[in-house]
């Protein structure tokens, strides 16, 4: 039994085929084999093809499952040759197109006599490492090798990694501009209000603080002394100029080298641009970098909005410059007498959106005239509460009986306390040398529950609309936890300058494609990726030839799919088809 084609020619010199079921019978007579037609299909230009489906799934609930012919060949006689996961790769690289990263990667190549699609390839493969399998630059060859089906991309080298590193970050004045400008015309998207705020990484190393140190001004010295000799200023800082050891390391770990990492965002949490500074840098320099880099973009009216560590009249003053605004944190405690008067005036707050209360206050007159906001949140008062309780029963458990004891162990207890700042401003020694707590103190604090005080300048934005935009600084802090935790921005283990920075920037493009991703699908980046990586790519081997051919598509990876407005990865990818050497 076989499905038979017969063909009939037309006066008008057209051919029509037909598909008919049919077997042979041998004729009684001449004993040659006859067909015999079971039943006409009808013209094949007007199969009813899910009929002929029908039939052959009918069929093969008869047959085992090794039996079941693909055109022709049994699936005993396929073999998987690779799987690779393809559906994130897929998703990143048509988000690195669709924001210009791809187009202005080439361009910058071109002006290097580089190989133009090489070279953005390979920082495109080391960006979706970074945000699918973070590992290190050496794992990301085996993984673009082995592991992940990344569209154009050939096996590289680790060398070839580094040289694309080194190229992204001699080429990102050029396209940081270029691809904010389209990510700024993404859907939905605003860049009225630019949230900026810091943070630090630290780095895996077996030097000591001296060598460290001393490594650095070998280094200088040996820069300064080539560049006397080239009769050139030096082009820029020496290998070990940006980590640093700090004090003030924001991940608690003063034993390392760091480095301070500043972000500018959107209110949806897209990141427009991101800065490495040397680890010992403080705030108030890095807001007027970010400033000055951000000027020469074609922003709309601009709401710079930053956390306490930006506050300075310096500070203030030069993000106005140009017409723009500033919306920024005052410090509560220990903070300047404009502060403290405006968190002392009376007033009656006002109920806005979001569960909070906003009471306004002016202080000064004329040009001097200083706007302030107090915002109170009652779930953050309550928290505040519950973990002063905590502090508070902590701190009475380690001092009770403590006037048993002899002085030296009380102060002890005291240089203990001094490194945790939240334990000891409530701690306070009598005349004595007893140790108590501070009442006074814990009043103090009971006032400050719950409770920021902003300073800004725009003048046409209502109370509640600043307690709003400073309340998605919550975006800049998501932006660092994942950093930091989806694509591992530490630990870090480079030692070069440049390559610190490269490293940087990597992360940032990667953050920017994945909260992009985030914003259309209303998904976390987890949750897609672990979708998207049940899309893979396989290569098939036949007595035919060979197939790269994608894994059916689910429901969950159509949605994803549909929410980025992407169409979905062709069927077949591949084909090679068997020769008769073969």
Known sequence: MYLRETRRKNKDG????????????????????????????????????????????????????????????????????????????????????????????????????????????????????????????????????????????????????????????????????????????LPGLCCDVIFVDTSSTYFETDAADEEVELEAQLAEHEAKTAAAAAGAAQSGPAEAAVRRYSRQSKDKRPDLPQVVIGMAVTREGVPVRCWTFPGTTSDQLIIRRVHDDLAGWKLSRVLWVADRGFSSEANRAYLQRGGGHYVIAERLRNGSAEARAALSRAGRYQQVAGNLEVKEVRLGEGLRDARFVVVHNPEAAERDVRVRERLVAYLEEQITGSDEWPQRRRDELVGTLRTRPGLYRFLRRTRQGLLRLDQAALGREARLDGKWLLRTSDESLSAADLAAAYRQLYQVERGWRDMKGALSLRPVFHHREDRIRAHVQLCWLALLLIRVVENATGETWRCVREELDRLHLVTLESAEGQVVRRSRITAGQRRIFKALALAEPPLFSDFEVATAAD
Request: hydrophobic fraction near 45%; aromatic fraction near 6%; glycine fraction near 6%.
């Open 14 to 185: 057209s051919v029509v085929s037909y598909l008919q079921l049919a077997h042979n019978e041998r004729h009684p007579v001449s004993g040659s084999p006859v067909a015999k037609v079971i039943h006409s299909f009808g013209r094949a230009d007007e199969l009813d093809r899910e009929a002929l489906r029908r039939l052959v799934r009918s069929i093969s609930r008869f047959l085992e499952p090794d039996e079941v012919a693909a055109g022709g060949t049994s699936l005993t006689e396929v073999e998987i040759l690779d799987s690779r996961r393809y559906g994130g790769a897929y998703v990143l690289d048509a988000l690195f197109a669709r924001l210009g990263i791809a187009a202005a990667l080439r361009a910058a190549a071109r002006g290097r006599r580089l190989d133009p699609e090489l070279t953005e390839r390979v920082c495109f493969a080391l960006v979706a490492q970074r945000a699918l399998e973070p590992g290190s630059k050496l794992a990301a060859t085996r993984w673009a090798a082995k592991r992940v089906a990344l569209p154009g991309c050939p096996a590289f080298t680790d060398d070839a990694g580094y040289r694309a590193m080194d190229f992204l970050l001699e080429a990102l004045p050029e396209i940081a501009e270029g691809v904010f400008a389209r990510t700024a015309n």
